[in-house]
């Protein structure tokens, strides 16, 4: 199996991930444990004048098996 998974992560002031969007896909395992792993992940939040912001990012896993 291989290709690239696309996920849209919507991310809060403090850097969670609150929300995910698989946007592509390999199959269903797959897109689980890469959803998983990205909302395990805590991110810089986005700031604007020092004051922490939400945002949204879109983060590509590549997977070759």
């Known amino acids: 199996v291989s290709g690239t998974i696309i996920i849209r992560a919507d ?8 929300n995910t969007l698989i946007i592509e896909g390999i199959n ?7 959803i998983e792993a990205v909302t395990r992940t805590r991110f810089r939040p986005a700031e604007n004048d020092g004051k922490r912001l939400p945002s949204v ?9």
């Open 57 to 65: 990012a879109t983060i590509k896993i590549p997977i070759n098996n």
């Open 28 to 34: 269903n395992q797959y897109n689980k444990n890469a």
């Open 11 to 18: 991310i809060d002031q403090f850097g969670n991930v609150i």
